[in-house]
Every structure is written in C-alpha cells, then in structure tokens.
C-alpha cells in the first residue's frame, strides 16, 4: 500500500509542480505588466491560484489512481508502459497549450480558450503577424518544458510505478476510494458553490486575476461554453438587425424629469439594497396581492416608486449583471461569467468611484458564487464583506449564508465618516429551501415557505431602516431597494409571465423630499443611466439601459425558453422553439414593434459574442 501511495503522490506532485513553474513563466513573460506587481499580488497569484491547479490536478489523477488500484494485474513493464504513455501524450498536449496560452495573452488579453483554434482553417491569416524568431522562440520553449518534464517524469515517477506492479488485490478498494475523494477538490471543496473563476480571483486588476487561473482549467471550461456561443437569437441578417434596432434608438427623447433634489456642494451618500427572489406580488402598494411585507409596503408610500420595473432574467448573476453593469441578462448565459467581457462594462461603482464615493459590497453568503467575486472586484468595490467574515455560528445558521438580520446589523454598525459613500447590500434569506431564523407566517409549502422567509427580510429590512432613520447619516442617503429577479412564489404565475419578473424599484431616504409613482415601463439595465441623469454626470454610452423618463419604453426578460417584451401597449412573450407569440396584455399582433424587440436581443447576442 504505502509503494502505491508513493507513486499517486509523487505523480500528484509531478502535474502541480508542472502548473507553478507554467505560472512562473507565464509572469515572466509578461514582465512589463508583472514588474508593477507588489509581493502580496504576485504570492496571492500562487496561493489563490493553488485550489485551481489542484482541481485540475485532481481530474489528471482520477485515471492514474484507478489503474493504481487495478495494478495486481499488470506485470511491472506494461504497468509502466500505461503510464508513461498517458502522461506523455498530456504533457505534449498540456505544453502546446501553454504555448499558446503565454503567447497569445499580450495580443488578446486573456488565457488561451477554444477559440484559439477558429483560426485553424486560415493557416496563412494565422501566421500573418509572426515573425520568424517568434517561431524559433516557440518551438524551443516547446520542447525545453516538454523534454525537461520528460526527464523530470522519468526520474522521480516512472521507477516507483514498475515497482508498484503487482500489489494485492485486496488494496483495490483503498485506492478506488482515493481516486473517488478527488471529486472534493475537482469542484474547488463541499461549500455551497463549485469552483469558478471567482474563487480564485482576489484583485480589482484584471491581469492579477488572469495570472491566477490554471490555463488548462480555463481552456475546458470554454470548452464546455463553446455550445452556447452561437447566438440564438439570428432573426435577421445582422446588417437588418441593426438598421431597425437604430432606427428606433435614434428617435429616443430624452425628458428633464428629476425626482432627487442633490445639494452638488454635499454629495449624498448612496445605499443600494438587493433583496433576493423579491417579486412585486408580495407588495399590496406596489400591486401585489398578498400583504406580507408590510414594512416594504410602508416603505412604498412614502417613496418614489416604479411600479412596472422588471427583472432581466430569473437567475441571481442575471440580475446583478443587468443592476450593477447595465448589462441584460441573455438567453443561456450570463456576462458574469466571463470576466474579460464584463471587464468592459462600466459599472454602477465605476461612477461612484470617479465621483470621489468610497465604496462597499456586502453579502451574507459565498461570494464566489455565480462569479460574483470576480464582478465585484472588477468594479473597483474597496471594501467587500461576505459570509467569511462573520462567524462560522451565524454561517451555519441556514444552508445559503448568514441571515439578513444579521448583514443588516453588519451594515449599521459600520457606517462611519468615510462620505460620501456607495454601498450595496446584497440579501439571500428569500433564497430556496427558504431556512430562516423566525417563523412569520406558518406551513410547509414550497409556497408558504417563501412567502415566511420574505416576511423575516421585511422586517428585518424595516429594523434596518428605522435604526438607520436615528443616525446622522440617514438625511444625506439616498437608499434604492430592488431585486436581483423574482419569483414564481406565490402563484399562480409561470415562468414566462411578466408577473413573474416584475420587481420592487423603490428610492427613498433623506434625500428623497417627494413622494411619487412613476408608470414608466423599464427594466433593471435602465437603473445606471437613470441615476447618472439624476446626479448630473455623464453616461458612457451604453446599447441596452436608458433613463428611465425617456421614450421609447420598454423591457425584456429571457428564460431559457424564450423571452419577454413589455411596453405601455402590451406585454408579450416570444416562445424560442416555437417561434409563436404569447399575448398576455395587449394588441394580438404587436407589430412593427416586435420587429425592433427581435433586433434588440439579435444585437445583444452579438455584442456579448463580439467583448
């Protein structure tokens, strides 16, 4: 057993020792832009890094340790023989892959993926930039890291595999119980989410992040993405698509509605709160039927409110994505998780940033879920709290994270003189299976389960908000509440109904001197540029959010099936497999403006392939 043992480490050793010096290189490489790195971001490239290498380590080992296990059949020779061959055959494709990855980072900025090899079938246009010492350079970098991991592999793995043949049968189980356990760090742990980019992101620079992905863990994972990078939504020719998506966007009136009173010599503090899974059916001032968030509807009636806001999809990274980048949701993925795309985004902290704001993101849970580690660091949040840094006694309180009350008491306690300041509260108590510290309202439905966990984030909400009132900070705050996306709770509604992703859109606080309801049909990408027109800074230029006083109005929602399009005329649902349109409200045949709606969501799904 303990020569078996011998032989899986030291071959676990082999791959990770492999990955740190393709880390060394890679930095060394790219020594303009690591040279300005300090001794904590270049260490934390390799200690964050580690879980990353280790999962795809792990997939490497499941192999080598069934075979270990099978190894009393084998004669040492032909043991041997295996081994060899499968690690060879990895390190030659593992080290052509590296290639690739170090040289193509400074002309792409980003680590080698599958779309490397699009250009395959134009060899000539391929080679077109390389310079002849280029190649040179590159084939002896190949077979350098080839032949010295050769060498290292033979001197330190391949004698204790021969040596290893012919173990007992009974050693089988141990060994197939090994290679099983490797699951654990193959998803990156037993916490609530696998492994992704965000887990071992851990920089608001890009290029230190970059630095820390294993490039082959990246490679498969953009292999698995490559089925859904067609875009889906090809009604048109793009050249049509465009002309009728401009042609309308071109005939956009803006209008000088301003709802916020700002003193430009005292900067208002800004609060942004994102309740999860919070629908407008749970909000009787809001038009919902069911008045179990009374705090909320309090809330309402003394606010300036949107009653026909929507959500852009019904995921938490889709919501975010369109909230804090301005960015929808699409059909079968989500901006997020792609962090060289959402690189280009300006975000809603990117203009509190530029605008002197200090700024904050706190969350109860595991941050590096949906990628959401990443995101915020890319927008520059200096200081972000998640559900690691309250105790383990409050993590373990429910399945998801730390309860609301709990985040709420966190963000109170911490509001200081750093202003003005731009913090955004991220809540998870309303998430499935819906396991909170109190009980409201009473039953074990799926239904009444939700409906009691979104009663206990009111009234740990309303808590908040009366305890923030007796602070001095409260006069000069701005506080918006809204949703990351809704919910099917309480029914009946389905997934494709608009009722189901119309969501709060509440601003209140100090600053806010009026009380109004506001019909204006938008979507959660339209809350940037609505803020940024009531602060008086300029926009970027952005395709898909708008003021929220401007016409045309309207929204869209996407479900894996399809997507909605709501306007003041109608509400409307395109069924994708189909191709039929579901009216809910409106005229029966909602054209020309469906033409427009079918060219706004081609454009999106060209723009998101083409970042």
Known sequence: MKKLLIVFFTLFLFWLTYFWVAKVVFLLYNFTASSSLSFAELAGIFIHGFRMDLSLVSYLMVLPGVLLGFSFLFNPIILERVFKIYTLLLLLVITFLNLLDIGLYPHWGTRVGISAFDYIGDPKEMMANVIWWQILLALLFFFSFFLLFTWVYHRFVSNGIKKSAGQKWYLLPALLLISASLFIPIRGGLGTSPINLSTVSFSHKLYVNQASYNFMWYFFQTVERKKNFENPCLYNDNEKARSVFHETENLRETADSLFLDIDSAQAPNVLLIILESFSNKIIPAL??????????????????VFPSFYASGNRSDRGLSAL???????????????PEKSDKLTMMSDYFNKNGYSSSFYYGGDINFYNLKSFVLQGGFKNITDGYDFPENLREMSNWGVPDGFLFDRVLNEFDNRQPFFKVVYTLSSHPPYDVPATIIKGQTNEAKYLNSVAYTDSCLGSF??????TEYWENTLVIITADHGALEPGPTEIIEPETYRIPLIFTGGVVKSVAVYDEVGGQPDLIPTLVKQFGWEPDSTLFGHDLFSNPQYAFYMSNSGWGYITPEGRYFYDQPTSKIITFEGVETPNPGFDF???????????????
């Open 287 to 304: 038009g919902g039927k069911y008045a179990v968030c009374p705090n909320l509807d309090s809330i309402c009636k003394n606010a300036v």
């Open 324 to 338: 804090l980048g301005s960015y929808p949701s699409l059909l079968t993925q989500s901006i997020i998780n792609f």
């Open 465 to 470: 908000i009366n305890s923030f009132k007796k």
């Open 597 to 611: 709606a079918k060219a706004y969501l081609q454009i999106l799904h060209e723009d998101f392939l083409k970042k």
